[in-house]
């Protein structure tokens, strides 16, 4: 069905969760007010990114009051949000929620933890397991928290699963000045997102955060992607910004009829070579 | 062919939000830092005057007795351009009272305590207003350690230390730092006639080229002699980068408990900001 999404392109404070909740009800209110049905956060929304050993300080657990919270905002509109989870082991996970009609419908763990040049995630952070779509009141969907992205079989899976909308929420960095427009980073995320929606013929709804934290900005520029990889709302470049925008389910029909290629990826093909692959390696 | 190029528009985006949003969010609302009449310092003041208001922007101009009548007329042009609070506090009399005991220093020693009392003066003045100090080394000085540890490498704040001069020199063109400063040739001022390419043996022009393919791209050294830098040269600037490391890095801590900081004890200094 059509619906209106709002992506929140929010400044967390770092280590701040109450902080960082206020200005996520805020932001909840604004998408209620302006008749959104889904609003999207960014990726560790309600903590900042660079947590490092404030991780255990921060995490909250699923029946915690901040999650009871957005929870019980989300009778009002859908909320997808990122916050660290710890599990009942305590085990830590840059974890996000889609909440809606009062209820947790889905749970994501970021299954790619980067670790390299100024990413440090799996020294603090367990990785998660799993990628699922699942169904909400506007489609099948699935979550995708920022590197997962970058894993060409993640949004696979997800697509492969039904989902027609990717949620992808985002902590990204700004670097790589140049001669260019934009930054290395931007650009980058930019074809990502498009050519991602396009192979699998999916929408894409990317919100990525803004503000600094210890010299490193993020860049912001969240984005609305149809499913042939066209943008169609994209929010201000190193700025706060909350875009609004319409969904259109026609869209999506049409993209799948003038480009079946989600009708004909061959599923037993894909299995069969990674099973063997798989045996190969194993040997 | 130059790799430096930048987007100045961007880049001037992104160092103007970080001083704004950096300062404001620890509580303050100022900025202070020291004027030498050099580009680094003006193009940070310019920064600084964009991302907090010129009256938010408290600069600082220290000349030694042996300095050039230039660069404080320099420093005080771009004070009156940018509208910025500008005042003069001469180091000559504590440099040279601590001289006295040690008559015989090498100019190395003096140079050293130059940027260190100007140091002292700028982190008394954050205190006296509240202001963080701003630093002015730029990311091919970093690199070569062509600074004073705890001079005037010290700050809170660097807006330009991830840029290497050749994109000072863009980016202060872009922002209307006056021609006469970025034209001048670039100099330490310790003494007269000196400039910092006689002394360091290479124009920053060369030496960028090289430092953003080693440093940023992390070419291999045949890779960079293939791209048409001397053997010679490569080492010398890999032994400068190497050899002056220390002055990047914190005090290293001797390690006896579990916890022990910036090794197992990790936190942003945005910590809760």
Not at chain 1, 108 to 127: C, I, M, N, W
Request: charged share 25%; hydrophobic share 40%; glycine share 8%.
């Amino acid at each position: 069905m059509d619906f209106t999404v709002a992506l929140a392109q929010i400044k967390p404070k770092l280590g701040c969760v109450a902080d960082n909740l206020l200005l996520i009800q805020e932001a909840v209110e604004r998408g209620i007010r302006e008749q959104a049905g889904l609003v999207l956060f960014p990726e560790l929304a309600l903590t900042g990114y660079f947590l490092k050993d404030l991780v255990p300080e921060v995490a909250l657990t699923l029946d915690s009051p901040e999650i009871r919270r957005l929870a019980d905002l989300s009778r009002h509109i859908d909320i997808a949000v990122g916050f660290v989870e710890v599990s009942p082991d305590y085990h830590f996970y840059n974890a996000a929620l889609y909440l809606a009609g009062g209820e947790i419908l889905h749970h994501h763990r970021k299954v790619y933890l980067p670790t390299y040049g100024l990413f440090d995630e799996q020294r603090y952070l367990a990785s998660g397991e799993r990628f699922r779509a699942f169904d909400c009141r506007f489609g099948r969907m699935g979550i995708l928290i920022c590197e997962d992205m970058w894993h060409l079989s993640a949004p696979y899976i997800l697509a492969m699963d039904g989902a027609t909308t990717l949620l992808c929420l985002s902590s990204s960095p700004g670097r790589g000045i140049s001669e260019a427009e934009s930054l290395g980073s931007t650009v980058s995320w930019q074809k990502l997102t498009s050519a991602t929606a396009m192979f699998l013929n999916s929408r894409v709804l990317y919100c990525n955060r803004v503000g600094y934290e210890d010299g490193v900005n993020f860049w912001g520029g969240s984005e609305i992607i149809d499913p042939s990889g066209t943008v169609t709302a994209r929010g201000a470049i190193l700025e706060e910004d909350f875009v609004v925008a319409g969904i259109s389910e026609e869209l999506l029909r049409r993209e799948r009829i003038s480009s079946p290629m989600m009708r004909d990826e061959n599923l037993f093909v894909t299995l069969k070579e990674l099973k063997r692959i798989g045996k190969e390696r194993n040997r | 062919m130059s790799m430096l190029k930048v987007n100045t528009e961007l880049l001037r985006k992104i160092l103007v939000g970080f001083v704004r949003e950096e300062i404001l969010k620890v509580g303050l609302k100022k900025a202070v830092l020291g004027l030498s009449g050099g580009i680094d310092s003006a193009l940070v003041a310019y920064i600084a005057a964009e991302a907090l208001g010129p009256e938010n922007v408290h600069a600082i101009i220290m000349p030694y007795q042996t300095s050039n009548p230039e660069s404080e007329a320099h420093a005080r042009l771009v004070g009156e351009r940018l509208g910025i609070n500008c005042q003069v506090v001469e180091i000559t009399p504590m440099v040279d009272a601590y001289f006295n005991l040690f008559p015989d220093a090498s100019p190395l020693r003096r140079g050293n305590k130059m940027a260190r009392e100007r140091m002292t003066v700028l982190f008394d003045h954050s205190a006296l207003l509240s202001a963080l100090v701003l630093g002015t080394s730029n990311k091919t000085e970093l690199l070569l350690g062509y600074g004073t540890l705890h001079g005037d490498m010290a700050s809170a704040l660097n807006p330009i230390g991830d840029i290497y001069k050749s994109q000072v020199w863009q980016l202060s063109e872009a922002m209307g730092v006056p021609m006469e400063i970025v034209e001048k040739k670039p100099s330490a001022d310790l003494w007269a006639g000196q400039t910092d390419e006689q002394e360091l043996g290479f124009t920053y022009r060369e030496v960028d080229e090289l430092l953003y393919r080693m440093v940023d791209l992390r070419m291999s050294r045949g890779e960079l002699a293939a791209h048409g830098f001397a053997t010679g040269f490569i080492d010398e600037i890999y032994a400068k980068v190497q050899n002056s490391h220390f002055k990047r890095r914190l005090p290293i801590i001797a390690k006896v408990s579990n916890r022990t900081i910036d090794r197992d004890f990790r936190y942003s200094r945005d910590w809760g900001k």
